[in-house]
């Protein structure tokens, strides 16, 4: 038992302590760690992640339909005929036979390249990483599209790039608004080191660059010597036609492409890929061996071994549909039930809805009020680095079953009529607009890992 | 049902409850698994627990000794599990579902401490209807006409800062009506006091209640938000506060006032503000204080020279002993 101070003499019976800031290290670290701090909306997000609520908010691809008798019996024959290979250390390149596979999906997008020119990559966010690494000293700008990837933001702000957004239509990238990025960047006596684009059902806008729209883009990029990084891992997931062509099968040299496994066939094994010019992937594989010293084998080897025993093509149009419907089932609902002044695009692809709200309401300010009604999505300033986006919102139709999607939109859409009504009474006096209070912002409003 | 009370024994199994649907279930998670493994290093055997479909059932077929809940926010701080836990007859670690629901409301716990005599600023507390039906403009001028500036507006219910915000410029009112009503339909507006904030635990283990060491906040930004509460690294504590000695015997004071009005029970944390002139205000009281890493009532236990884990034995103990069937629960 511990003697009980006296009530009222309690601070003179206890060590006269110093002050403390609870973290030893904290005038020690790296500038960049700066927004890496707790904030409102990721706590906001731990609830998203109990089943009560409908989570229009994560981007976790539903993989429900894989074939696990046929991944486990791969990976059990993987450990019995390979297993001192499979858990050794490997390439930092990867296991060729893998890389030999990759090209043949890459293939599928018209791309021609030959496995020496890929690098394997833990997911295709390690890739963003790397390409980075190697390119980006602090200050160097990045343009992004304008909402852009969440993810890819994120390791922009850890280089400590300059991340300058270029605007997006229903056709994807605007070139006038990327000639005007580059212009003004260029004025301004900044190095762009690249663009960085999803061109194929973007996240999270949901849209794709056009046919016509992508030579003029690699046309500005030749013109302006810009590299370009094109992410793609949703291309195999259009519902309505084959592939888009990507952007990489017609700029060899000028093109960095990205490619994932993690949406068709899991993300569980984290295995991505790079496809770069001979000098860079020379580099991207000394960034992976310093990073990594390996991307992991078994996963590799595992992956390997599921793409040779299994149709898995086939088993992509089986995701395909499974999302085709989830999105129907969205965009029904959002019909149904929003109210008239929101505005979406309708994919034809990949995992995303990008809702624009009506004027004044603020997505990121109304998420308690959503998740008190158990629905939960991403606001739209996480996806911008300049404070923008605050009146949009993405919602993920990749996870939720169809009727649990309806019902996310049902609750989402009475959350928005209350949030209207409170703007009613307050919304003439808060101003400016949301839109035009847009300042540079360096937390992380992203869904944790669990959720992303 | 129940482990034979014992003052200095082993508790037995321990279930800590943590997380829950509030907006606050990240900081519950954490408290949970901080209280969870000072006990576990007391050797008492814990098991921590989400609130869920699951819970019952688990709670019906492996009845523990006791159970402490560690909730945040709504159903942890305003009584409803703690009503569950009393119609199964398990003992529990924290204050009753009456005195809960009392100290959650802010409005109502700030008058209730009031009567008792402890200062706390001038405050209302309205609804997001009545600003429509009057009108926000009118109500918002009265309100700064009665208040004055700065305000602190926050929501009625509710913990970690969430929602709340110091309003310097009248123009940003109603921002702030905006943001504390996303989180609950009762808004606080309340005469913002410039000054020293401390906090102050109140420990109830013995035959009357004490204070804990005052702990001093600084966040570097000004504003002791979410963010300063969980960043390790961004606010400076102080520990016990640097006050003059009869400042920290009125802190005590007030807490312990404080929880002695709203009938908490074993233990409680009240936020206090210090002004220049060196009245202390009472701003708020937790029935479930947070018990992170960043949090302060550990901090305060630690500067007292008690273990965590050897509080908590304590209270469970006395927990246990209060369902004894020869001591029925009050």
Known sequence: MVDRPTLGHVTRDVQPGSSTRLDHYVDRYAARTRGMTASEIRALFSVASRPEVVSLAGGMPNISGLPLDVVGDAIGDLVQEQGTVAMQYGSGQGVPELREQICSVMALEGIEAHPDDVVVTVGSQQAVDLVTRIFCDPGDVVICEAPSYVGALGVFRAYECDIVHAEMDADGLVPEALRQAILATKAAGKTIKFLYTIPNYHNPAGVSMSAERRPEILEICREADILVLEDNPYGLLGFDREPHRALRADEAEGVIYLGSFSKTFAPGFRVGWALAPHAVREKLVLAQESATLCPPQFSQMAVSSYLARHDWQGQIKQFREMYRERRDAMVEALSDLMPAACQWNVPDGGFYVWLTLPPGIDAKLMLPRAVTARVAYVPGTAFFADGFGTSSMRLSYCYPSPERIREGVRRLAGVLEEEMELRETFGTLTDPAPDRRAVPRSDYDSPSTDLT | ?330
């Open chain 2, 1 to 330: 049902m129940t482990a034979t009370p014992s003052e200095t024994g082993p508790a037995g199994r321990v279930v800590v409850l943590a997380g829950g649907l509030s907006h606050e279930r990240d900081v519950s998670l954490r408290s949970g698994r901080r209280l969870a493994e000072a006990m576990r290093s007391h050797g008492i055997e814990v098991e921590q627990r989400d609130v869920d479909a699951g819970l019952l059932p688990a709670l019906a077929a492996q009845p523990p000794a006791c159970v402490i809940p560690v909730l945040h926010g709504e159903s942890g701080e305003d009584g409803a599990i703690r009503e569950v836990l009393e119609l199964l007859d398990l003992p529990y670690v924290g204050s009753r579902p009456a005195a809960c629901r009392v100290a959650f409301d802010k409005p109502v716990a700030k008058s209730v401490v009031a009567r008792a005599g402890v200062a706390t600023p001038d405050s209302v507390a309205l609804p997001h209807e009545i600003f429509r039906e009057l009108g926000a403009t009118a109500v918002m001028e009265a309100l700064v006409r009665r208040l004055g500036l700065p305000l602190m507006v926050k929501p009625a219910r509710g913990g970690s800062a969430l929602g709340a915000s110091v309003v310097h410029d009248a123009a940003a009112l109603p921002g702030a009506m905006v943001s504390a009503f996303a989180y609950g339909p009762v808004a606080l507006v309340e005469r913002f006091v410039t000054g020293v904030e401390v906090a102050v635990g109140v420990l109830d283990d013995g035959e009357e209640p004490w204070a804990l060491p005052a702990v001093g906040i600084e966040p570097d930004g000004g504003f002791y938000d979410y963010t300063a509460r969980y960043t390790a690294g961004s606010t400076r504590f102080s520990v016990p506060a640097k006050l003059d000695d009869d400042v920290a015997r009125a802190c005590a004071e007030a807490a312990v006032t404080a929880h002695t009005a709203l009938g908490l029970r074993d233990l409680s944390r009240t936020d206090l503000i210090i002004d220049d002139a060196g009245t202390v205000w009472f701003l708020e009281v937790n029935s479930a204080p947070g018990m992170t890493e960043t949090s302060t009532v550990p901090l305060a236990a630690q500067a007292a020279g008690l273990d965590l884990g050897e509080v908590c034995g304590r209270l469970v103990r006395r927990a246990i002993a209060r369902c004894a069937p020869a001591d029925p629960p009050a």
